[in-house]
Nanobody
Framework: HLQLVESGGGLVQPGGSLRLSCAASGGTLAYSAVGWVRQAPGKEREGVLCITPKGESTNFADSVKGRFTISKDNAKNTVFLQMDSLNPEDTAVYYC?????????????????WGQGTQVTVSS
């Protein structure tokens, strides 16, 4: 049973950067699409980015284009979310999630496995 654990969240000032990590255990991410989903207070979950086993990424949130990057390290069974130029609208709980298939869905919200989430707060 695949388990996902996120880390790297916290409080950051506007304009700052954070790097989230998603470490998997109990299975491999090498053959699955893996993504990041966020949920801001009072809002619905929003697909952010997804990456396939081939390393192809899909961006689902126009607001993060050019600022967020998803990557993976198969040797470490870990997926990363590099977040730059953060602004208060990026404040949310960020979830790592993985599919059982090697492709991302059309909106970046349909995953089989989910992590517990990590809080990211952007504030001065």
């Amino acid at each position: 049973h695949l388990q996902l654990v996120e880390s790297g969240g916290g409080l950051v000032q506007p304009g700052g950067s954070l790097r989230l990590s998603c470490a998997a255990s109990g299975g491999t991410l090498a053959y699955s699409a893996v993504g990041w989903v966020r949920q801001a207070p009072g809002k619905e979950r929003e697909g952010v980015l997804c990456i396939t086993p081939k390393g192809e990424s899909t961006n689902f949130a126009d607001s993060v284009k050019g600022r967020f990057t998803i990557s993976k390290d198969n040797a470490k069974n870990t997926v990363f979310l590099q977040m730059d130029s953060l602004n208060p609208e990026d404040t949310a709980v960020y979830y790592c999630a993985a599919e059982r298939v090697p492709f991302c869905d059309f909106e970046g919200l349909s995953y089989y496995y989910w992590g517990q989430g990590t809080q990211v707060t952007v504030s001065s």
